[in-house]
């Protein structure tokens, strides 16, 4: 059963610091695209970032450059999310995807291409 579970999101004060982490199952995702979505309320998903483990391929959205840091354990199967320097706009719940397709010229952006999707972990931020 090809199966995502994301862990490590939690309640952060401004300034801190979480990493997320994303288990793969049922597949082995060095092959394909992992990403990051997030989603606020009354927003729509965004993509903040995305590797291609096999070639080491990274991509960030342009607000979480610097702060955030996508890598992939490929002995464990299992996708990360650095996310230092947490502000209040972070907020929101993060959830992992693969998608065969590659994550090259801005695919890696577009929920759609996503077939495999987590159920998500919560990232709030506030004083």
């Known amino acids: 059963q090809v199966q995502l579970v994301e ?9 801190g610091s979480l990493r997320l982490a994303c288990a793969a199952s049922g597949f082995s995702s060095v092959h394909f695209c992992m990403a990051w979505f997030r989603q606020a309320p009354g927003k729509e998903r965004e993509g903040v970032a995305a590797i291609f483990p096999a070639g080491r391929n990274t991509y960030y959205a342009d607000s979480v450059k610097g702060r955030f840091s996508i890598s992939h354990d490929n ?5 990360y999310l650095q996310i230092d320097t947490l502000k209040p706009e972070d907020t929101a719940r993060y959830f992992c995807a693969a998608t065969s397709r590659g ?3 801005g695919y890696w952006r577009s ?4 077939s495999t999707w987590g159920q ?5 931020v506030s004083s």
């Open 120 to 124: 998500g972990t919560q990232v709030t």
């Open 103 to 105: 994550c090259g010229f």
């Open 111 to 114: 929920p759609d291409l996503f």
């Open 75 to 79: 002995g464990k199967n299992t996708l």
């Open 7 to 15: 862990s490590g999101g939690g309640s952060v004060q401004p300034g």
